[in-house]
T-cell receptor
Framework: DAKTTQPNSMESNEEEPVHLPCNHS???????IHWYRQLPSQGPEYVIH???SNVNNRMASLAIAEDRKSSTLILHRATLRDAAVYYC???????????FGAGTRLTVKP | GAGVSQSPSNKVTEKGKDVELRCDPI?????LYWYRQSLGQGLEFLIY????????KSGLPSDRFSAERTGGSVSTLTIQRTQQEDSAVYLC??????????????FGNGTRLTVT
């Protein structure tokens, strides 16, 4: 199974941009890169996903390396409510291939 | 609209008892997942249902764990003869059709199971 590697934790200041990295060196050509986040005492929520091109939505941006072996989730202006665990997941061709790692715990300081 | 609903939100049970956890997916969602999350850990995949296909049970940790999905909607996760190591938050998620790797998961807020 393709796996991802993320830092255990990161810190950011409020209203500053945050770049959350993810390495996935064994990614296959049909793997989509998905990001979810989990706020305290809640289930994970979908953030963004992409295949090859960079993606933007109202929550974040996803920058995907040209060789697809890494990606970066970008929060343009961190708020205190963005403090959460962020998971980077490769979702393969098989619909049930959704295995979560330990994620990155983001702390946002006021 | 209504999201994924899980009940109960909290469950305390004695070691050796059986428990049933319920998941109501979003109406019209065809795929349903169960995960469990131990304290401070990531999510552990348990089982996956897709329409009328046979479920993927590859993540169930032992034969004490089972799940069913009736009528393609509500799902029940059953744990028999609970053990203390079963204590965790059990999360359910569903995805809309047509499914596949381009459909995001919608999670419930989980059931916190404590086995004493």
């Amino acid at each position: 199974d393709a796996k991802t590697t993320q830092p255990n934790s990161m810190e950011s200041n409020e209203e500053e941009p945050v770049h959350l990295p993810c390495n996935h060196s064994t990614i296959s050509g049909t793997d989509y890169i998905h990001w979810y986040r989990q706020l305290p005492s809640q289930g994970p929520e979908y953030v963004i996903h992409g295949l090859t091109s960079n993606v933007n939505n109202r929550m974040a941006s996803l920058a995907i390396a040209e060789d697809r072996k890494s990606s970066t989730l970008i929060l343009h202006r961190a708020t205190l409510r963005d403090a959460a665990v962020y998971y980077c997941i490769l979702r393969g061709y098989n619909n049930n291939d959704m295995r979560f790692g330990a994620g990155t715990r983001l702390t946002v300081k006021p | 609209g209504a999201g994924v609903s899980q009940s109960p939100s909290n469950k305390v049970t004695e070691k050796g008892k059986d428990v049933e956890l319920r998941c109501d997916p979003i109406s019209g969602h065809t795929a349903l997942y169960w995960y469990r999350q131990s304290l401070g850990q990531g999510l552990e995949f348990l089982i996956y249902f897709q329409g009328n296909s046979a479920p993927d049970k590859s993540g169930l940790p032992s034969d004490r764990f089972s799940a069913e999905r009736t009528g393609g909607s509500v799902s029940t996760l059953t744990i028999q003869r609970t053990q203390q190591e079963d204590s965790a938050v059990y999360l359910c998620a569903s995805t809309p059709p047509p499914g596949g790797y381009n459909s995001p998961l919608h999670f419930g807020n989980g059931t916190r199971l404590t086995v004493t």
